[in-house]
Every structure is written in C-alpha cells, then in structure tokens.
C-alpha cells in the first residue's frame, strides 16, 4: 500500500476541486490548474471536504500512480493557495542579473548579455545579495513544475565552476570544490 498515496488532500477555504475522470481541476487565489490523471489504474473522488485517490488494482503500474496521482493534486492544491518559488544566487566578480516583467537579461561572464524570456505564469524578481553573491533571482508561480524547469534553465545558461565557484546556482546548492594545479617544487 502506498504511504503517499493512501492519504487524503485536505482541500482549504476557498479551493475548488472539481474531478471529471480523467481531469481534474483545482482553482484557488492564485489561479486555476488543471491536470489528467490515468483513470485505468486509479479513481479520484472528493469526500467530506478532502480529495481521495485510490488505486483500482494491486499491479506493479497502478501501485506506482497511485502516489504520484496525490503528489500531483497536492502540489495543485498548494500552488494555487500558496505558490511554489526557487531561489538563485549569481556569483562572479562583474556578473549581474536584471529583470524587466518576464525577461531576465544576464551578465554572467559572455562577450554578450544572455537574454530569457519567462513563459507565461512565471514571475521573475532580482535583488542585490550579499556576502560574495552578486544577485538573488526569484522564480515564482503556481505550477511546481513549471517553477522547477525555470529555474533550471536559467541555471543551465552559467552552471558553478567546481574550481573557482562562479555561476548561478540555487541557493542551498552545495559546490564540490576541486583542487587546482599545483607548482612542482624543486
């Protein structure tokens, strides 16, 4: 039996959870998602103020959705009450980071600015940092993974270097270090 999956996702005051097999639709505060869900291998129902999911069968596949299905409505639920962010830190002497609504102009050591357009539900703020970073940039919206991919390519454009540490990275990101060269002593 799945941990994850067998327990129910309380819904909050002023969440809307309607399931259609397969879909379901979540609108909250901050917006509304919508996801499907494989209803060969699990039923999803509203119960006494919670979403239930349950699994239809004691296979290998229908074990495995099981919990992903409840991960994937809690998430909903959490992000249209709440919101989902990632937090990353620019590190470099002269590097920068600019926000202008949904584009994101980066200075991160190129012979040129590298420019990222946002996609649409995503909010992207810049503050100065502190202590060796250069910029902190806020990755904000309501779809987790949506929130997860941005960061992600935003990141891929100047990854850390594991000698100097250089980069974007997230914020509790832990560096491996590697020794550089070493004189040979005579």
Known sequence: MSRVGKQPVPIPQGVEVTVSSPDVHVKGPKGELDLRYRDDHVDVRIAEGEVVVERKGDIKEAMALH????????????????????????????????????????HIGYSH?????????????????????????????????????VA??????????????????????VIHWKAGKTAAVA
């Open 113 to 149: 600015p590298v420019l990222y357009e946002a996609p649409q539900g995503i909010a992207l703020d810049v503050s100065d940092g502190t202590g060796g970073v250069q910029a902190r940039i806020v990755v904000q919206g309501i779809d987790k993974q949506q929130v997860g991919q």
């Open 152 to 173: 992600a390519e935003i990141r891929q454009t100047r990854k850390p270097d594991p000698y100097k540490g250089k980069g974007i990275r997230y914020v509790d990101e």
């Open 67 to 106: 919990g992903l299905t409840r991960s994937l409505v809690a998430n909903a639920v959490q992000g249209v009450t709440e919101g989902f962010s990632k937090v990353l830190e620019v590190h470099g002497v002269g590097y920068r980071a600019e926000a202008q609504g949904s584009k994101l102009t980066l």
